[in-house]
């Protein structure tokens, strides 16, 4: 009978870790919410910042934004390697970051996108953010999803850094 039961199990146990995904989320959703609370009750909505971001498809860019997200969300965005204002039509590029609520954003995008992989399709998505412990936005964000078994395909990611924040008196 305990062979019988022991049997019974060890299938049980086989056919549901077929069933189960064995993708991975590594997500801190508390620190986050928090974060993003807090930055959003600082009620901050001027200020300026440099972003050094790199995208998968795109590669490295380092540019310094103004950004004002009660009127005109960005009213400078300079590149710095190459020193010249990016044109207006080209603002959409560095979409994670024209603001700190656009950062927020991509994150809570990017985790939900990953969140459905993971439990669907059995992907593997890492965030890796550092939060600034007085402004409550985030510093530094590396996000990367992958397929363990599907090396080269469907996988990506992006990184933001952002340094030089300066929050900047309402209206100048």
Not at 134 to 161: A, D, T
């Amino acid at each position: 009978m305990k062979k019988i039961v022991s049997a019974v199990l060890l299938s049980w146990i086989v056919l549901t870790s077929c069933e189960q995904n064995t993708g991975v989320l590594s997500f801190d959703k508390v620190a986050f919410d928090r974060e993003r609370a807090a930055w959003e009750a600082s009620a901050i909505t001027d200020y300026q910042f440099t972003q050094k971001s790199f995208f998968e498809a795109s590669g490295p860019g380092l540019v310094r934004f103004t950004a004002r997200e009660n009127s005109d969300p960005v009213i400078e965005m300079l590149d710095e390697w190459i020193r010249e204002n990016v044109p207006e039509e080209y603002w959409e590029f560095y979409h994670r970051g024209t603001t700190i609520s656009a950062v927020y954003a991509s994150i809570a995008d990017a985790y939900a996108f990953a969140k459905d992989a993971v439990k669907n399709e059995g992907y593997t998505a890492i965030f890796d953010i550092t939060y600034n412990t007085q402004y409550h936005y985030p510093e530094y964000v590396r996000y990367s999803i992958f397929h363990p078994e599907k090396i080269g395909e469907g996988g990506g990611g992006w990184e933001v850094k952002i340094t030089e924040f300066v929050p900047l008196p309402p209206g100048e």
